[in-house]
């Protein structure tokens, strides 16, 4: 690694943190200032929202932060006359923004991972304490399609992962072959374990005569194999987030099912592909410095950087409220504008890049 770029990279990194710590409390603090009147009188979960909110707005406020930072790095160059400085020693305009383009990308990526990991839900912690419900985690009244089985849970406790009131009915050629109805079940080695089942079994052959129903019962069952039970809750909720891995998990079980899993894809293109949308910024912004102060606005520049910034966001973000809501299909709707921004961008660089 050269000097110029151990130097940019320093000088981007710190102020990189200072948005990045800026943007965190000015979100985190609002919102508690917004909220406190509704907190519990616990210090304990104040602390546990303040630190679920500051998780939950860190999706949004680091890849601003990765963009603003490099805002205002350029700002500095340019006053000081560095990067005048550094294309005399030598360097390019690929050697400027390439490192700090390479940087963000890992920086991502470590966002992404955290996306995979219980901190996902954090939004959704922050509102159980909001809501006075940390500590009672129940969803009630579930009825999903497993297969060639309806399954109804009375009650659903995830972070359990236990169920009562179970009823599950075998459906074989839209005929109902047979129930399985038990009080509790637990899930246990990928799969969900039955407690004294009590099995009805319809006959196939019906007539007057013959027929009666067969009844016996099961001291254990099991059911459902991989169906987790952070899956069942997120899919019954709909306005309900997921963390990649349950995501990615989700839309296996489901698309075997003939479940649409829209929501799921949007879910995960959003994590997992939307945030590096920063890069082509940060490489259209650099293009369009000026290596003279004197021929450079700098209000206007950085005026127009964030406000661009921000409309590139905003514009992405709609797109996904669209996608979640089912009304486009997320390859349309995110991978798609994704593809031309890219593309988009490369153009103008390209175009910029030979005039300038």
């Not at 399609?145 to 109804?152: H, W």
């Not at 005929?175 to 399985?180: A, C, K």
């Not at 991978?335 to 300038?356: C, T």
């Amino acid at each position: 690694m050269g000097i110029i770029t151990k130097y940019i990279l320093q000088k981007y990194l710190i102020h990189f943190l200072i948005v990045l710590i800026s943007l965190q409390l000015f979100f985190v603090g609002m919102d508690f200032l917004q909220n406190s009147k509704d907190l519990p009188d616990s210090a304990n979960l104040q602390l546990l929202y303040i630190m679920y909110n500051s998780f939950f707005t860190l999706t949004l406020t680091l890849p601003l932060s990765l963009v603003f930072a490099w805002i205002v790095t350029l700002v500095i160059f340019v006053k000081n006359n560095e990067l005048v400085a550094f294309t005399s020693l030598g360097a390019k305009r690929i050697d400027i923004y390439l490192p700090v383009v390479l940087v963000s990308f890992f920086l991502l990526l470590v966002m992404i991972f955290i996306q995979t990991t219980p901190l996902a839900y954090s939004y959704e912690q922050k509102k159980k304490i909001l809501d006075g419900d940390y500590f009672s985690n129940i969803k009630s009244d579930i009825f999903l399609k497993y297969n060639d089985n309806f399954v109804y849970f009375k009650n659903l406790y995830p972070l359990r992962k236990e169920a009562e009131g179970i009823h599950i009915y075998k459906i074989n050629n839209d005929d109902l072959e047979e129930t399985i109805i038990a009080k509790k079940a637990y899930f246990q080695n990928d799969k969900w374990y039955i407690v004294d089942a009590k099995i009805v079994k319809k006959p196939k052959d019906m007539n007057f005569e013959n027929s009666k129903l067969e009844v016996r019962y099961e001291k254990f069952l099991n059911t459902l194999e991989g169906f987790k039970p952070k899956i069942l809750d997120n899919v019954y909720e709909e306005k309900s987030n997921f963390s990649i891995s349950d995501a990615l998990s989700a839309l296996e079980l489901l698309s075997k099912q003939g479940v649409n899993t829209d929501k799921i894809r949007a879910a995960i293109y959003y994590e997992l592909f939307i945030p590096f949308f920063i890069l082509p910024l940060i490489m259209i912004i650099f293009i369009f410095t000026s290596l003279n102060r004197r021929f450079f606005n700098m209000g206007s520049f950085t005026s127009l950087s964030i406000f661009g910034t921000l409309v590139v966001w905003g514009f992405f973000f709609m797109l996904y409220k669209f996608s979640n809501s089912g009304v486009l299909k997320p390859e349309f709707s995110l991978l798609l504008p994704l593809f031309i921004w890219f593309l988009g961008s490369y153009l103008i660089y390209k175009k910029r890049k030979r005039y300038a």
